[in-house]
DNA sequence: CTCTTTCGCTACGACTCGTAGCGTAACTGG
DNA sequence: CCAGTTACGCTACGAGTCGTAGCGAAAGAG
């Protein structure tokens, strides 16, 4: 009843009949996004974003589930707008951007509010984490895959043996990461600057040498 | 609007009239976790909780401004009743039992859908953040300060000379195993076992050490 | 030109919100 | 024992939101 079955968007063109309008995906998700900012979360209806957006209701309802999945397709555009890994010569720079990177993504208020949001609801509805997942989560792991790559290719870290154990660790390097990014800004409530992030890279790095030279009992 | 200006329980007992129940108190706590766990945030309502906890709705309002300030003390509670930090006699051991037990209460599912939530509502409602910050984070974090005084008895870390600098880096801890936590149960949506906690707390011991050997430029 | 699908629009019952008003219950100070 | 004061349960209310249904018109496909 929450999470959407539908595809986000498009449908494959085969189909007969008017088809669906790619402007009005456009201006629903920016205005859910303005709505995001300028109410929050609670205070969000679909009737203000189908008015933003100057749509009927009843279309927003022909093709998203709820607020919880047009939300989600909402927040995944920022995403995917604003998370890359450029490759700045070193380990302990790489992560330093990402960091900076991911950072500033959260600091957008319309970023902050909905993410937290939508994992809420998340708990509770399987096939909106799966969206979440697909949308966001696995984009972001990508990048820490990427990053070891590089670091990997530089010398600046060993190269697993056992895909098991590499697999693991990258896992543990992306909840360290986005959580203690997310932790900082959301629940801490301060800034991410240069020197939080100088701070975080030394200590992930550091972890990172010494559990690579005495590997978990 | 959002935010309890009022004080979320009994008032000084100098009082004249009818004294309010605390039997009360505890009931409507108690509905609203059980509430949240089988509702979850969205569908939970003010009506539901008060029938749930055998109490007018009116009296809900008469305490708390609205759900989130209901919420937040509501899950207050669970914070205190489970954070706490029992000797284990070493820095490896103090750091594994307290991110485990911190995901043994993330585990509860009125946990980690109320905290979410109430943190996604405090990114529009400063009143509302700073409840948070005094009803949980400060308390996990005089859990962070207690860990480093004792691994600094032990000699297991060095003594801070500059206080600054000490306070930055227990921020800066206390994001790291937090967010970690969180990020790893409720974004990640995989377990805490004993042995993602060993694998976390090798690398945050290992950056700590090297952090100490090699102060940051 | 017909068929199909989406569109905007209106209207609807069901529900929740937060407040107001009332009479009653509980406790305090004289 | 008797005001005075405060909290309580109950009922009722207007305002707002939800998600759906039904309609005629618009936009492409064959």
Same mark, same amino acid.
């Given at each position: 009843m929450t999470s959407a079955p539908q595809p986000p968007a498009h449908r494959a063109s085969g189909r007969t009949g008017r088809p669906r309008s790619a402007e009005a995906d456009r201006a629903i998700l920016d205005a859910t996004r303005a709505a995001l900012v300028e109410? $929050?979360? $609670? #205070?969000? /209806?679909? @009737?203000?974003?189908?008015?933003?957006?100057?749509?009927? #209701? &009843?279309?927003?309802? =022909? =093709?998203?589930? $709820? #607020?919880?999945?047009?939300?989600?397709?909402?927040?995944?555009?920022? !995403?995917? %707008?604003?998370?890359?890994?450029?490759?700045? @010569? +070193?380990?302990?720079?790489?992560? %330093? $951007?990402?960091?900076?990177? !991911?950072?500033?993504?959260?600091? =957008?208020? %319309? /970023? #902050? /509010?909905?993410?937290?949001?939508?994992?809420?609801?998340? &708990?509770?509805? %399987?096939?909106?984490?799966? =969206?979440?997942? +697909?949308a966001i989560v696995e984009r972001q792991k990508g990048l820490v895959l990427l990053g070891r790559e590089r670091a990997q290719a530089r010398g600046e870290l060993p190269r697993e043996d056992e895909p098991a154990v590499a697999a693991r660790t990258a896992d543990l390097i992306f909840d360290v990461i986005a959580g203690a990014v997310v932790h900082r800004t959301l629940v801490s409530a301060e800034p991410v600057d240069g020197e939080w992030a100088r701070g975080f890279t030394a200590l992930l790095i550091g972890g990172l040498a010494s559990a690579g030279a005495a590997p978990p009992v």
């Amino acid at each position: 009843m929450t999470s959407a079955p539908q595809p986000p968007a498009h449908r494959a063109s085969g189909r007969t009949g008017r088809p669906r309008s790619a402007e009005a995906d456009r201006a629903i998700l920016d205005a859910t996004r303005a709505a995001l900012v300028e109410l $929050g979360w $609670g #205070k969000l /209806t679909m @009737g203000d974003v189908a008015a933003r957006a100057g749509v009927a #209701k &009843t279309t927003l309802y =022909r =093709r998203w589930a $709820g #607020k919880n999945a047009l939300v989600v397709d909402a927040v995944a555009d920022l !995403f995917d %707008e604003h998370l890359d890994l450029p490759d700045l @010569g +070193s380990l302990q720079a790489d992560i %330093e $951007g990402v960091v900076l990177r !991911f950072a500033a993504l959260l600091d =957008r208020p %319309e /970023t #902050k /509010t909905a993410l937290m949001a939508v994992v809420a609801e998340s &708990t509770r509805d %399987e096939a909106l984490r799966e =969206r979440i997942r +697909s949308a966001i989560v696995e984009r972001q792991k990508g990048l820490v895959l990427l990053g070891r790559e590089r670091a990997q290719a530089r010398g600046e870290l060993p190269r697993e043996d056992e895909p098991a154990v590499a697999a693991r660790t990258a896992d543990l390097i992306f909840d360290v990461i986005a959580g203690a990014v997310v932790h900082r800004t959301l629940v801490s409530a301060e800034p991410v600057d240069g020197e939080w992030a100088r701070g975080f890279t030394a200590l992930l790095i550091g972890g990172l040498a010494s559990a690579g030279a005495a590997p978990p009992v």
